[in-house]
């Protein structure tokens, strides 16, 4: 019963840490050309205080999404483990 709750919960993790991931790729980069205008100013130094707070709202996005997979891949590799 534990076994089965870790597997599909992690599960569950993994798909909605593939659909933010999935969110992030196309909410970030909506088209080729500002995919490469994206490396043209990497640091931002010239960027204004609005942009660097925005940039800092995607920064915590992109973690969270990590803290799904990892949590996902734990939960999964936990469930796998324990035998049934």
Known sequence: MLDDALTYGGG???LIAVGVWLWLARRAFPSFES???GFDDELRLGASPE????????H???QAAVALTA???LCLSIGLAIPD
């Open 12 to 14: 569950a993790f993994s």
């Open 35 to 37: 995919f490469v205008k």
């Open 51 to 58: 942009e660097r707070a925005r940039t800092a709202r995607w």
């Open 60 to 62: 915590q996005i992109r």
């Open 71 to 73: 949590v996902g891949a």
